[in-house]
């Protein structure tokens, strides 16, 4: 475990590191009699070697429990500046891959236009497509 960043937390959760601060420190127990071996900072061989005598000296307590501390410490987030743009390149915009839609009119004037150009006769030849909505120049031509 390197680090534990939550996002938006303002502590950090990390092994202790400081000069003298041990990796691990391991210790066994005994599942039989509960006899308990040493602690031992940063080399599990003499819990092994424990275990190892304890079953010479009880040849049927062959099941232990090892355990394994490890220092850590909390310490607060380290503030990270913002990136700033280039300066040679003009800020990018959220969705400025994105193509602009067209504007559209709205549903209740569509179908109103529709009725009122189908009532009247007008025919659309060039430019306005009333089924999208999209107005783009008109040419009109009488039926």
Request: overall charge neutral.
């Amino acid at each position: 475990m390197d680090h534990t960043v939550i996002k938006g937390a303002e502590w950090m959760l990390s092994p202790e590191t400081a000069e003298g601060a041990p990796q691990g420190i391991y210790g066994a127990q005994c599942l039989t009699c509960a006899e308990e071996s040493g602690l031992v900072d940063d080399d599990t061989r003499p819990v092994g070697a424990w275990a190892i005598a304890h079953t010479r000296d009880n040849p049927t307590h062959r099941q232990f429990l090892v355990t394994t501390h490890k220092p850590w410490r909390v310490d607060p987030v380290p503030a990270i500046p913002a990136a700033e743009p280039e300066p040679d390149q003009p800020p990018q915009t959220p969705r400025a891959h994105v193509k602009p839609r067209t504007p559209r009119l709205p549903r209740a004037l569509r179908s109103a236009l529709r009725r009122a150009l189908a009532y009247s006769g007008l025919l659309f030849l060039v430019g306005m497509s009333v089924a999208s909505g999209v107005v783009v120049g008109m040419t009109l031509a009488t039926a």
